[in-house]
Every structure is written in structure tokens, then in C-alpha cells.
């Protein structure tokens, strides 16, 4: 009876270990990106990706690029705007299929026109939530960020959204 008993606790530790989320090691996001650009106002529509290494269940490191073109801009004028950014994520993995997260990233951004170029520091801060589709997929539901940029001497204070696949292993 008593061996009996010890098996049944082994086993319900067991089952409880099986259910347990375990974080992916990696995971890749591609997916639209949206910037709202001040001053002027002008939207940037393009493509957002990231790669993402988690250290643990909560804590990553996380390498973003994105690249959009400008629109709303006079006639004969065109924009591109690039992207790359570093920095860490942390993740509450607690809420089943939903992972909410939050990050903060630093890099720099590229600005293009058929004028000329320039570069920037650029940071972002924000965060979004995530939908475990099965162990390999999830959605991208949303992300939401403050991109602070400082080109020709003055601050922009931005936005950025993100939406798409992520791909974990």
C-alpha cells in the first residue's frame, strides 16, 4: 500500500511537469510594420522581423530590423526608412496560450530620399501580445512601441506597430 501511494505522488508530479510551459530557445518574427513619423505625420508601410534567443521562461535578448517606405509625401519626393535594434525582452508566460511582453530596444535608423540620406540613434519601448497557435507557430496579435529618433539636431517622437508570424524552436 505504501509503494502504491509513492507511485501515485511520482506520477502526479509527473503530470504536472508535462503541462508545464517551457519557453522556446528561439523564436523568428516576420510581419508588417507600421510607423507613424512626426512632425509631418507621414505613415512608413513595410516589413518587420526579429530574432529572439530566451535566456530563460521570462528573460530574452531580442534583434529587431525593419524596413518601410514613406508615403504621404509630395509628389516627386520618396522616403525609405531602415531599422536595427537590440536589447532585451521579458515575457509572462502564465496566461496559457496568451504571452504578453515588453522590451525595450536601442539601435540606430537610416533615413533614405532621393535627396540624400542620414542616420539617427533610434529607441523604442513598448511591448505586445502573442497567441501560441502550437509548439512551432504563434500570432503576432500585436505590438505596440514608442520609437524615439534624433535626426538634424531635434527629437521625433514616433510610433511603430507590429503584426505577423512567429516561428519558435
Request: aromatic share 16%; with cysteine.
Amino acid at each position: 500500500m505504501r509503494n502504491l501511494l509513492i507511485a501515485w505522488i511520482l506520477m502526479l508530479f509527473a503530470a504536472g511537469a508535462t503541462f508545464a510551459q517551457r519557453a522556446p530557445k528561439t523564436e523568428f518574427f516576420a510581419g508588417y510594420e507600421y510607423e507613424h513619423l512626426n512632425p509631418g505625420g507621414s505613415g512608413c508601410h513595410g516589413l518587420g522581423l526579429n530574432l529572439a534567443y530566451n535566456l530563460n521562461d521570462w528573460l530574452g535578448g531580442v534583434g529587431d530590423f525593419g524596413i518601410c517606405r514613406v508615403s504621404g509625401l509630395p509628389s516627386g519626393v520618396s522616403a525609405h526608412d531602415i531599422n536595427y535594434l537590440f536589447g532585451p525582452r521579458i515575457t509572462y508566460r502564465n496566461y496559457g496560450k496568451w504571452n504578453p511582453f515588453g522590451q525595450a530596444l536601442f539601435g540606430g535608423q537610416h533615413l533614405g530620399t532621393n535627396g540624400g540620406t542620414a542616420n539617427s540613434f533610434a529607441m523604442t519601448l513598448g511591448g505586445g501580445m502573442d497567441y501560441k497557435y502550437n509548439d512551432r507557430f504563434s500570432l503576432r496579435v500585436i505590438q505596440v512601441e514608442y520609437l524615439y529618433t534624433h535626426f538634424g539636431g531635434a527629437q521625433q517622437n514616433n510610433a511603430r506597430i507590429e503584426a505577423g508570424l512567429l516561428y519558435t524552436w
